[in-house]
């Protein structure tokens, strides 16, 4: 009995030090103190300590910068490997959405489109760690990640499409919201508005590549802000290699961060369940480039789980429905936008290199403002998808009876209403084929 005992000792000792679920080991407990439970690794002490820090001390996780707000490398700072052509991209890529943003934001205010989202402020983050993950990486977005799908090659044309839900619209055949937009051919799972559901989606995501022989190895799930706990701990104890890459933007819509937790912020938590941690300058797209291209690397290679925290400002309003004047004054918002801008920062930074300069600024600001007004006003004019569509995408395989009679219905409705009715006869115009689809389909 004793040494069967032993045995599973060893066997526990074993796997404790196969998995690596402690994140420090500074020594295995002494024999004569025993094995602790709760597969710990823990140092054992005689001497009764209470902490607050990860770091020890009650210091706080220190912030990994690159660039300082002038433009040039903080000291000691390692340049990530960058050239001038995927710099300028990086650069233009990040000016985009302030620009698109400042029409749409106006779009929708005119009754156009029916709401909106602002990534103003936050470009650094979105596109800095866009641009470090492999095209095919699969990315489960908060709903400021457009950048991303910018970065990987979507056309403004087709995002504004989406916005308005017209018959262009191939991400979700105008049956989601503005800005609630998915892609298959980009790798990019359609948004959905409840925060933080996608962090546990991401982590069975993450799992998924993990069993798939064509990906192990190769690809990591990405999921962008923060079910954050369970989120963490599927993919810590899975394991899984997924990214979470949690902007922290100073708000949860009006909730200031300083009242959502009284911690060292997001990255405090990430050593709790294994998993290894990194705070990054949000504002500095050069620092979140080099972190997010590490910790993907860790990901891929361990297979294991790695968090970012991005610390940034959120400049715009939370949404179209809301005035962020009414909780932060205009002044601190106007302070953000001139002391520590991220494009500002990286342009002085491409200007210092003579990568960038004064009118190629205002060529690009005209191409781009150009580029999104021509979209709107195509957009605009074009009829929404086909009445069909509102039964489509929903279930692989053979049509399930209920879409089948729901379809059937609206039929009917359509062939009694649909021409003797003048309210919805102005309302099928709107639709490509004017529902004729539907009335055309077998009975």
Known sequence: MLSLTRHALLRQQKSLARRRLATSAPHNPSGRHGLLPGSSQSAITSKLHFFNSVMGDDKQIPTYRVLGRDGKLVEDAVLPEIDEAFSRRLYETMSALPLMDNVLYNVQRQGKISFYLLQHGEEASIVGSAAALASDDEVLGQYREVGVLLWRGLAIDEFVAQCFGNEEDEATKGRQMPVHIGSPKYHFHTISSPLATQIPQAAGVGYALKRDPERRGKNCASASEGDFHSGMLLASTIPSPTLFFARNNGFAI????????????????????????????????????????????????????????????????????????????????????????????????????????????????????????????????????????????????????????????????????GKAWEPWRKELEKFKGSGQELLQAKK
Request: proline residues 4%; glycine residues 8%; charged residues 30%.
């Open 254 to 417: 009006s909730t200031p961060s300083a009242e959502q937790y009284h911690g060292d912020g997001i990255a405090s938590r990430g050593p709790g369940y294994g998993v290894e941690t990194v705070r990054v300058d949000g504002n500095d797209v050069l620092a979140v480039l080099s972190a997010t291209r590490e910790a993907r690397r860790r990901c891929v290679e361990s297979g294991r789980a790695v968090l970012i925290e991005a610390m940034t400002y959120r400049v715009g309003h939370h949404s179209t429905s809301d005035d962020s004047f009414a909780y932060r004054a205009r002044a601190e918002v106007e302070d953000w936008v001139k002391v520590d801008n991220p494009l500002s920062r990286f342009r002085l930074f491409l200007e210092g290199r003579g990568w960038w300069s004064a009118d190629e600024e205002e060529d690009m600001k005209a191409r781009i403002k150009g580029i999104v007004l021509q979209a709107f006003k195509r957009a605009e004019n074009k009829k929404r998808p086909e009445l069909q569509e509102l039964f489509t995408d929903i279930y692989a395989g053979p049509e399930p009876w209920n879409i089948t009679e729901q379809r059937e219905e609206l039929a009917t409705l359509l062939r009694k209403y």
